[in-house]
C-alpha cells in the first residue's frame, strides 16, 4: 500500500465528485421537464403527445435557467451550512484542548506524524457509538466523536476511530459523500415538489380542458402524465443509486489507512467490535448515517448497506494487516456510583464489614471480644523480662 495517500484512490474520488456535480444538474433538469410536461398535460388534456411535449419543452427552456440558479443557491447553502446542519441533526458541538485534553492530543498527534490539517473536534451527545468526518475543504473538516463512544473506547481504539476518520478526509471520500447527500436533497426537493402540485391539480381541479384554438384532438395527457411520472420516479431513483454506488471499498482502505496511521491492527479490530450493531444515532437520518464508521443493515436491507459488515472488515484486517479477531464482544456495564457509596458507607476505613455488635473491625480484621476489652494481657513495662528473655537490670 502507498504512504497513507492511495493516491489513485484520492484522484478517482476527485473525478466521481466531479460526476457528482454534473450528475445533480442532470437530475434537476429531468425534473424540471417531467414538472412541465405534467403541467402541460393537465392543462389541455386533450392535445396530442408530440403537441405536449413540444410545449414542455418550450416550458423547460424557459424554466431552466430559474432551475440552475435555484442549484446553485442550494449547493452554495449545503457548501457553507452544511455542518450546522449535521450538527442541529446529531447535538454535536465543538470541544477545545482544555475540555477534552486526551481526545485532543490523540487526534493532533496522528495530524502531526502525517502534516495534515487538524479537522475540528466535536463530541455528539450520544450514547450510540459511532464516528464521523465532515467538511469540503481543510477549513471545514471535522470530525465528530460520540459521547457513548469517548466511554467504551481506550486510548488506542479511539485513536484507530479517529485515524480511519482521518483517512477519509485524506482519500476525498468525505467531500464525495456531502456532495452525494446534497444531490440527494435537490432530487427530493423537486419531486415531492412535482408530485405536490400534480396531486393538487388532480384532486381539486381534475384535467382541466382548455379551449383554444391550439388545443388538438389527440387525447395525449394520459400518456405524457405516465411519462413525466417515470422521469421522476427514475431521477429519484438514480439519486439512491448514485449515494449507493459510492464504493464500499471507501471503508475497506479507510480501515487500512488507520492501521497505517496506528501500527494497531488489534485496536482498529476490538473498536469495530466494540461499536458493531451499537452505533444508530437515535436523531440521525440516512445521509447522516452513511458518513458514520458504521451503518448497520440487516436483513434484506443489507442490499442497500453503504458500508461492509463489520465480519467482512475485520476479515479483511485479519487476513492482510495480521490482527486477531476477539470476536463479538459485550461491552461492561458502566458502575454504580450511587451503589458504591451505599456499598463504602456500610463498611470501615479500610473496606471491611461490620460485625454483628455494630463495631467495625480494625484494619488487621480482630475486633473486640464479648467477654474482656480489646486490650493486651499486660502491660510491656511489666515485662519483666529484656528482648532477649533476661532481667533488666
Known amino acids: 500500500m502507498a504512504a497513507y495517500g492511495l493516491y489513485t484512490h484520492i484522484q478517482s474520488n476527485r473525478r466521481r465528485s466531479i460526476a457528482l456535480l454534473i450528475g445533480l444538474f442532470f437530475l434537476v433538469y429531468v425534473l424540471v421537464f417531467a414538472g412541465a410536461l405534467l403541467a402541460e398535460a393537465l392543462s389541455i388534456a386533450n392535445a396530442p403527445l408530440d403537441y405536449l411535449i413540444q410545449a414542455a419543452t418550450y416550458d423547460f427552456v424557459v424554466a431552466a435557467p430559474f432551475a440552475t440558479v435555484g442549484t446553485i443557491i442550494w449547493v452554495f447553502i449545503a457548501y457553507k451550512f452544511h455542518q450546522k446542519m449535521i450538527d442541529a441533526v446529531t447535538g454535536a458541538h465543538p470541544i477545545t484542548r482544555a475540555e477534552e485534553p486526551q481526545l485532543y492530543n490523540l487526534l493532533e498527534n496522528l495530524c502531526i506524524s502525517r502534516g495534515i490539517t487538524m479537522p475540528t473536534l466535536r463530541i455528539a451527545e450520544d450514547d450510540a457509538l459511532n464516528a464521523f468526518a465532515t467538511g469540503l475543504n481543510d477549513k471545514q473538516y471535522s470530525i465528530t466523536v460520540t459521547r457513548g463512544l469517548i466511554g467504551a473506547l481506550n486510548d488506542q481504539e479511539m485513536e484507530a476511530v479517529l485515524g480511519h476518520e482521518l483517512t477519509h478526509i485524506r482519500n476525498g471520500d468525505v467531500r464525495m459523500l456531502v456532495i452525494a447527500v446534497v444531490i440527494a436533497g435537490v432530487i427530493s426537493f423537486f419531486g415531492e415538489m412535482v408530485f405536490r402540485l400534480f396531486f393538487q391539480n388532480a384532486y381539486y381541479g381534475g384535467f382541466r380542458r382548455r379551449d383554444s384554438n391550439d388545443d388538438r384532438k389527440g387525447g395525449g395527457a394520459a400518456i405524457a402524465i405516465v411519462i413525466a411520472i417515470v422521469l421522476i420516479v427514475v431521477a429519484w431513483i438514480l439519486s439512491i443509486v448514485i449515494r449507493f454506488a459510492l464504493s464500499r471499498q471507501r471503508e475497506y482502505l479507510a480501515d487500512a489507512g488507520a492501521v497505517e496511521l496506528t501500527k494497531n491492527p488489534d485496536a482498529m479490530i476490538t ?25 448497520p443493515r440487516q436483513g434484506f436491507s443489507d442490499i442497500f448497506a453503504t458500508h461492509p459488515s463489520v465480519d467482512a472488515r475485520v476479515a479483511a484486517l485479519v487476513k492482510f494487516a495480521g490482527g486477531h479477531d476477539p470476536g463479538p464482544l459485550a461491552l461492561e456495564a458502566p458502575a454504580d456510583p450511587a451503589g458504591q457509596i451505599e456499598d463504602a458507607a456500610s463498611k470501615g476505613p479500610w473496606g471491611t464489614e461490620p460485625q454483628q455488635d455494630g463495631s467495625a473491625k480494625g484494619p488487621w480484621e480482630t475486633g473486640p471480644t464479648q467477654d474482656k476489652p480489646f486490650l493486651p494481657d499486660r502491660s510491656p513495662l511489666d515485662d519483666s523480662s529484656g528482648p532477649s528473655g533476661s532481667t533488666p537490670r
Open 271 to 295: 473498536a469495530l467490535r466494540k461499536i458493531e450493531n451499537r452505533g444508530e444515532l437515535a436523531s440521525a437520518n440516512s445521509s447522516v448515517m452513511e458518513m458514520c464508521i458504521d451503518n
